[in-house]
T-cell receptor, first 114, second 114 residues
């Protein structure tokens, strides 16, 4: 069964450092998303991406965040200068269509900023 | 602010019990609805989509009431393996364009006891 894969599964970084989280969406999917979940809290939308550009972003997705699809398979989330409060589980997701369709999530990258 | 509200839980039920979860959403423009389950420190996984006519998948039944902006999930004959957090998820258009996002409820924790 096709699945969304994310690497690394766990990333520890020092405050102020840049991190890149990587995702390989399901191959025939056209819509890609990043979500995050701070421990014990709800899953929060960060950004959606379609046709090589951002479709929508939340208030969380400020100038420190960026997304890129550098090739035909990878989808990345970059945090330029990490803060302690960026510590969370980051989930990548993809969906085939954007209307009335479910999204499939990767297993997540646990980011710990120290 | 658009919200998805769920029963706070936690629900602790014996094996074989029937348990029901409720969810309300505030964005009347929401178009599609889902129940996801999330195991501890894992990614959300789609349990079922929710349709206006109601739908059933084995022991699981989902209902949608658009007029009341209310979604429910019924689990019959609960199993130990049903223990998880159940997330009510709404796919909504959040701007005048075509961009959509999944908005998650905070989840209801279910523990099925032997």
């Amino acid at each position: 069964e096709p699945e969304v894969t994310q690497t690394p599964s766990h990333q520890v970084t020092q405050m102020g450092q840049e991190v890149i989280l990587r995702c390989v969406p399901i191959s025939n999917h056209l819509y890609f998303y990043w979500y995050r979940q701070i421990l014990g809290q709800k899953v929060e939308f960060l950004v959606s991406f379609y046709n090589n550009e951002i479709s929508e972003k939340s208030e969380i997705f400020d100038d420190q965040f960026s997304v890129e699809r550098p090739d035909g398979s990878n989808f990345t989330l970059k945090i330029r200068s990490t803060k302690l409060e960026d510590s969370a589980m980051y989930f990548c997701a993809s969906s085939e269509y954007f209307l009335n369709t479910e999204a499939f999530f990767g297993q997540g990258t646990r980011l710990t900023v120290v | 602010r658009k919200e998805v509200e769920q029963d706070p839980g936690p629900f602790n039920v014996p094996e074989g019990a029937t348990v029901a979860f409720n969810c309300t959403y505030s964005n009347s423009a929401s178009q599609s609805f889902f129940w996801y389950r999330q195991d501890c420190r894992k990614e959300p996984k789609l349990l079922m989509s929710v349709y206006s006519s109601g739908n059933e998948d084995g022991r699981f039944t989902a209902q949608l009431n658009r007029a009341s902006q209310y979604i429910s999930l019924l689990i019959r004959d609960s199993k130990l393996s049903d223990s998880a957090t159940y997330l009510c998820v709404v796919n909504e258009r959040i701007s005048s364009g075509s961009a959509r996002q999944l908005t998650f409820g905070s989840g209801t924790q279910l523990t099925v006891l032997p």
